[in-house]
């Protein structure tokens, strides 16, 4: 079974322009995560798609982030401007449903997206 | 979701047990305990969950008290290639219930 995939793997841009990540979930998976992780901090949920339809985005900074999840498959997360500190790990993840006991133990992580903001 | 508590960091000597604890003291009935770990430049991975009773699967063992106020992930022989964050999280199993990763516990495995 293949993973989830990202890329590109790491971004470099500078302050004020923009970037864009993309995310192929696991064949089959309704779900779809995307996550924040800055360096030395757990991951943060940004937003959560079921299908195509947005479950929560309460974290997403929406002045200047901005995810979409076309046909139910493929997402991505746009970052317009980018700021310093949206330097981080942005991560995908999908699961079956919930991600629950009931639904195939949990999450599905890719390797995520390194971006520097100079 | 409940908050969790875990060291922020821990050593342990490779070919022996690592035993991880972790404090939820304010779980609720219907959460489960959900462990992960992340490798250094990947993402998490999923461990092990259970709700009452001990766990245990080809990769680690899951101990909760009786009160369900703490448990503790154990690896039975640590080798180098599990160093890593580790994470413990509660959360109810149901649809659309976020994972909410708190700070981890770093171990390092050494030779």
């Known amino acids: 079974e293949a993973g989830v995939a990202q890329s590109p793997r790491y971004k470099i841009i500078e302050k004020r322009q923009s970037v864009a990540f993309w995310c192929n979930p696991i064949s089959g998976h309704a779900t779809l995560y995307w996550y924040q992780q800055i360096l030395g901090q757990g991951p943060k949920l940004l937003i959560q798609?079921?299908?195509?339809?947005?479950v929560d985005d309460s974290q997403l900074p929406k002045d200047r982030f901005s995810a979409e999840r076309l046909k139910g498959v493929d997402s991505t997360l746009k970052i317009q401007p980018a700021k310093l500190e949206d330097s981080a790990v942005y991560l995908c993840?999908?699961?079956?449903?919930?991600?629950?006991?009931?639904w195939g133990y949990g999450y599905t992580f890719g390797s995520g997206t390194r971006l520097t903001v100079v | 979701d409940a908050k969790t508590t875990q060291p922020p960091s821990m050593d342990c000597a490779e070919g022996r047990a690592a035993n991880l604890p972790c404090n939820h003291s304010t779980i609720s009935g219907n959460e489960y305990v959900y462990w992960y770990r992340q490798i250094h430049s990947q993402g998490p991975q999923y461990i092990i969950h259970g709700l009452k009773n001990n766990e245990t699967n080809e990769m680690a063992s899951l101990i909760i008290t009786e009160d369900r106020k703490s448990s503790t992930l154990i690896l039975p022989h640590a080798t180098l290639r599990d160093t890593a964050v580790y994470y413990c999280?509660?959360?109810?199993?149901?649809?659309?219930?976020?994972?909410?990763f708190g700070e981890g516990t770093q171990l390092t495995v050494n030779p």
């Open positions: 999280i509660v959360r109810v199993e149901t649809s659309g219930s976020r994972l909410t």
């Open positions: 798609f079921q299908n195509n339809g947005v």
């Open positions: 993840a999908s699961s079956l449903a919930g991600g629950g006991a009931h």
